[in-house]
């Protein structure tokens, strides 16, 4: 750590003070010989669990062939291969086509320059809390400035900021379903008065929001895009980095809502631990670009790739283990929601949710403090759990969709004697 301190930024944070030995399916073991349950998964990484066997087995198996060779410079079939399979996976019946990038961020760029370039507008419509990542354009997307875009401006001009359907907090301080989605109105009232629907190429949103603290919006509010998209000429992106990948129990989130975007992103379990993202979409779409348009020297790295078609299929197998755990999951926090009066709201879908925490019911005042206490309480008792939401008092679960159902018990349970202790200060 000394070491750490002296040689890697400070702003390259880290939410865990312990350095990683090694790892196996649902668990870490750090240098000193302690063991955790990982409900973080390196950030939702790790849908088939840590050192997947089959993903190792293609990793070596294609270390034998090649490593890098650069897609654009001589052709491989992984690369096809994935993309193919992404292509026919994504939601509805469409002719897809698929461009593989490095990164989440990565991912959300090329879906942004392709919108742009398809509808020749400019504009992208994002959300409050929504987390898009930091290279300039995708940080321009996401909703908070601390610590995002704090101090790193000019951010992207072309960029259109609107509530998010987080009913918990409503921005207009109505209550669902007596609000009729007023967001939803809001954005047409937009379209209507202030910004021209012509100048709108997409609406960018993640169907649950990862980073903004693990929000499930109505589906009236998903439904409610898919509509003004169509009345306007403008493309639906789904961000799946987080939500996708069979994470809610349906490999997209959006499949949830009965709503098909015109193009998805997807990263982080993409890849089984290696890492490799993609922009998805609809084969006009996609080759409305240049030729030389679009592309990267590592997109698509060969180990990426055959790593990633080992995790879809997996994931494809785990989908019902997900929505069963995610019941597993759903009944215990609801049960601590109504136990602990810090708890202020239960919510998520399949394996992907969160408790919010606040101080007092009524005013609902973030408790950030106590969130960071529970976290580290959590740590402390071998479960690695991590904080979300713009107000830092949500905690998110993201175990593997393979974790085996008394491990995952036993993490709920230390997360439980977490908000007990941090209850009784
Ligand atoms: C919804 C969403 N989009 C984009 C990103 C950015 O991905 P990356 O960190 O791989 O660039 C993230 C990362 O957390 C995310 O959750």
């Given amino acids: 750590m000394r070491l750490r301190e002296k040689y890697v930024p400070k702003a390259v944070y880290n939410v ?234 349906k490999m997209f989130a959006v499949e949830h809502f009965n709503v098909v975007p015109e193009m998805v992103t997807v990263a982080k379990s993409l890849g089984g631990g290696l890492p490799i993202a993609a922009t998805i979409g609809r084969r006009e779409i996609m080759d409305s670009v240049q030729v030389g348009g679009l592309g990267g020297t590592f997109g698509g790295n060969p180990l990426s790739c055959v790593a990633a078609l080992k995790a879809v299929d997996t994931v494809q197998q785990l989908l019902k283990n997900a929505r069963k755990l995610g019941e597993n999951l759903a009944g215990r926090i609801k049960e601590m929601h109504e136990k602990y009066e810090i708890i202020g709201d239960a919510r998520g879908i399949g394996l992907m949710a969160g408790v919010e925490l606040v101080a007092d019911r009524k005013t609902k005042k973030p408790a950030k403090e106590e969130r960071n206490q529970a976290l580290d309480e959590c740590l402390k008792n071998g479960l690695i759990i991590i904080g979300a939401g713009p107000y830092k008092n949500v905690i998110r679960f993201l175990p593997p969709l393979n974790i085996n159902e008394d491990l995952l018990s036993k993490g709920l349970d230390i997360f439980e004697n977490a908000i007990k202790a941090v209850s009784a200060r």
Avoid at 83 to 111: Q, R
Avoid at 156 to 178: E, I, M, N, Q, W
Avoid at 192 to 220: C, N, R, T
Avoid at 224 to 242: V, W, Y
């Fill in 16 to 249: 865990t003070p312990i350095f990683v030995a090694e790892s196996e399916k649902a668990l870490i073991k750090d240098v000193d010989g302690n063991e955790y349950i990982d409900f973080a998964t390196g950030i939702s990484c790790l849908n088939v669990g840590h050192r997947n066997p089959e993903v190792l087995k293609a990793v070596s198996e294609q270390m034998e062939r090649y490593l890098h060779l650069c897609f654009h410079v001589t052709p491989y079939e992984p690369y096809v291969e994935l993309a193919e399979k992404l292509a026919k996976l994504a939601p509805g019946s469409f002719d897809n086509k698929v461009m593989l990038v490095n990164s989440g961020a990565e991912a959300v760029e090329n879906a942004v320059k392709v919108a742009r370039r398809y509808t020749g507008r400019p504009t992208i419509m994002t959300f409050e809390y929504a987390f898009h990542g930091r290279t300039r354009l995708a940080m321009s997307l996401t909703g908070s400035v601390h610590p995002y875009k704090y101090g790193f401006g000019p951010l992207d001009f072309a960029v259109h900021r609107t509530p998010y359907a987080y009913c918990y907090r409503c921005s207009f301080g109505l209550k669902y379903p007596a609000c009729n989605m007023r967001c939803v109105e809001y954005i047409r009232d937009t379209l209507a008065v202030h910004l021209s629907p012509d100048d709108v190429a997409a609406i960018i949103v993640e169907p649950i929001q990862g980073e903004g603290g693990f929000i499930v919006p109505p589906k009236e509010f998903i439904l409610g895009l898919r509509t003004i998209c169509d009345e306007n000429g403008i493309l639906l992106i789904a961000d799946e980095i987080q939500s996708g990948m069979g994470r809610t129990g």
